[in-house]
Every structure is written in C-alpha cells, then in structure tokens.
C-alpha cells in the first residue's frame, strides 16, 4: 500500500483570490505566500460550498455539504 500523502491546507480569512502577490496583484506584498505557493500548488478555479466561511470550512475538513455538517443556521437563514 503506498504511503498517504502529506497535505498542508492553509486557509487564509476575509481575502479574495485577488489580494494576493501570487496572483498578480501588484498592491499587495505577501512574500510568505508567494514562497509557498512557489514551491507547492496554485489553484486557478476554486468553488465554495457556502458564502459563508464557517459553513464552508467544515465542509471542506469533513467532505460533506454545510446542511449535512449541522451549519444550517449560519449558511442558510436567508429564506
């Protein structure tokens, strides 16, 4: 059986994809970032389960949609 790979996810809050050097951003420095992403992986196309980050961070440690995670109260009171 091969060896599990060691995956780092680092999640940065209250940021657009935008407001990163690695990205192009010519206004914004984050030299920790940029050596990261230099050495690692770059996303180009990402998609949220929710637009709301608590309910989408537990969906992505748990691999289950925000209403299957028991994050319905922040995700979905706009009915």
């Not at 989408?56 to 319905?72: E, K």
């Amino acid at each position: 059986m091969p060896p599990s790979p060691n995956i780092l996810w680092i999640c940065t809050d209250q940021q657009r994809w935008d407001t990163l050097g690695c990205y192009g951003n010519p206004y914004v420095t984050t030299p920790n970032i940029d050596r990261l992403v230099a050495s690692g992986v770059r996303f180009a196309n990402a998609f949220c389960q929710s637009p709301v980050c608590t309910p989408s961070r537990a969906s992505f440690l748990t691999g289950r949609y925000p209403f299957c995670a028991d994050q319905l109260g922040v995700a979905y009171t706009l009915t």
